[in-house]
T-cell receptor
C-alpha cells in the first residue's frame, strides 16, 4: 500500500500558484519524498525529490515540514499544461527501484 | 538526449498468447524497472533490473518475466495472457539503485487483450 495520503482532486486558476499537499506520517529517516505527474496517455514525469531540506528546480518547489510528516509541492505559476495527476511517493534508499504509487491528486488548471 | 523509449506503442493480443515488450533506457542508466498501470489506477511495480540481475519483484505471477541485456536495454515477457493483463506497461530507468536517483519513465506500451 502507498505510504502517502493526497487529496483526490484540486482546482487552480491559471497563473496562480498550485499548492499540492501530501501526508506521509510514517516516513522514516532514510526515506525520500518524490513527486511525479502524469498527463493523460503519457508516462509519469519526474518533478522533484527531497530528503529533509526544501528543494527548488525549474519546474517546482518542494516544502517538507520539519518533522517530515508532510510536504507540499508548489507550482508557482500554473498553466493549462500543468493539468495532470500528481503523485507523492516515499521511497527507501536502495529499495531497488520500487516506487509505490497511490491514487494521486488530479489537478485541474482552469482559465 | 533521448529519453526512455519503449516499443511497440500499442499491441493487441488474444487470451493465451505471449507478448514481449521492449525498453531502451536513457544513455548511461544501468537500472530498469517495469510497471503495470490499469485504467484509473496508479502504476504498480513489476520488476527492477540492475547490472543485468533482478533486484526487485512485485506481486505478480510467474507468467511475468523480464531480462536485461549487456547494453542495459530490457524486455518484459508475459505468457498465457489473460483479459486482466490489459494495461499500460511502463518502463523506467535510473542511473543506479540508490533512492536518491529519480526514475525516468517512457510513455509505455498499451496492451489490449481480446
Amino acid at each position: 500500500d502507498a505510504k502517502t495520503t493526497q487529496p483526490t482532486s484540486m482546482d487552480c486558476a491559471e497563473g496562480r500558484a498550485a499548492n499540492l499537499p501530501c501526508n506521509h506520517s510514517t516516513i522514516s529517516g532514510n526515506e525520500y519524498v518524490y513527486w511525479y505527474r502524469q498527463i493523460h496517455s503519457q508516462g509519469p514525469q519526474y518533478i522533484i525529490h527531497g530528503l529533509k531540506n526544501n528543494e527548488t528546480n525549474e519546474m517546482a518547489s518542494l516544502i517538507i515540514t520539519e518533522d517530515r510528516k508532510s510536504s507540499t509541492l508548489i507550482l508557482p505559476h500554473a498553466t493549462l499544461r500543468d493539468t495532470a495527476v500528481y503523485y507523492c511517493i516515499v521511497t527507501f534508499n536502495n529499495q531497488g527501484g520500487k516506487l509505490i504509487f497511490g491514487q494521486g491528486t488530479e489537478l485541474s488548471v482552469k482559465p | 538526449d533521448a529519453g526512455v523509449t519503449q516499443s511497440p506503442t500499442h499491441l493487441i493480443k488474444t487470451r493465451g498468447q505471449q507478448v514481449t515488450l521492449r525498453c531502451s533506457p536513457i544513455s548511461g542508466h544501468k537500472s530498469v524497472s517495469w510497471y503495470q498501470q490499469v485504467l484509473g489506477q496508479g502504476p504498480q511495480f513489476i520488476f527492477q533490473y540492475y547490472e543485468k540481475e533482478e533486484r526487485g519483484r512485485g506481486n505478480f505471477p510467474d507468467r511475468f518475466s523480464a531480462r536485461q541485456f549487456p547494453n542495459y536495454s530490457s524486455e518484459l515477457n508475459v505468457n498465457a495472457l489473460l483479459l486482466g493483463d490489459s494495461a499500460l506497461y511502463l518502463c523506467a530507468s535510473s542511473h543506479d539503485r540508490a533512492g536518491n536517483q529519480p526514475q525516468h519513465f517512457g510513455d509505455g506500451t498499451r496492451l489490449s487483450i481480446l
